[in-house]
């Protein structure tokens, strides 16, 4: 089993910038993929980025933070990170950590059901 724990989240005025973290405890070992999912209030929840855990750090952003946002990890921490940039009243939401042990499903991992583990949520507040 693998246990995630977000932190990093708070309140910014629009155009500053966060870093969250996400700790990764348990059998990191097993881990593939790392990802970050973000729901805002009325609204489904929605892929934001991921980094393959192993091998040579491949990433993926959704198109609303393509530019903005960075996601990152440290192995030698079991910590991923995800750098946000220039933020927008839009990106106001719970931004969820997320884990997979599924191998070769490549760019599917911005779909949910791909990862088994979850982090509890770290609420980002953006105002104008």
């Known amino acids: 089993q693998v246990q995630l724990v977000e932190s990093g989240g708070g309140l910014v005025q629009a155009g500053g910038s966060l870093r969250l973290s996400c700790a990764a405890s348990?059998?990191?070992?097993?881990?593939?993929?790392m990802g970050w999912f973000r729901q805002a209030p009325g609204k489904n929840r929605e892929f934001v980025a991921f980094i393959t855990w192993s091998g040579g750090g491949s990433t993926y952003y959704s198109d609303s933070v393509k530019g903005r946002f960075t996601i990152s990890r440290d192995n030698a921490k079991n910590t991923m990170y995800l750098q946000m940039n220039s933020l927008k009243p839009d990106d106001t939401a719970v931004y969820y950590c997320?884990?997979?042990?599924?191998?070769?499903?490549?760019?599917?991992?911005?779909?949910?059901?791909?990862?088994?583990?979850w982090g509890q949520g770290t609420q980002v507040t953006v105002s104008s």
């Open positions: 997320a884990g997979s042990s599924l191998v070769g499903y490549g760019g599917n991992y911005y779909l949910e059901d791909k990862y088994r583990y």
């Open positions: 348990g059998r990191t070992f097993t881990l593939y993929v």
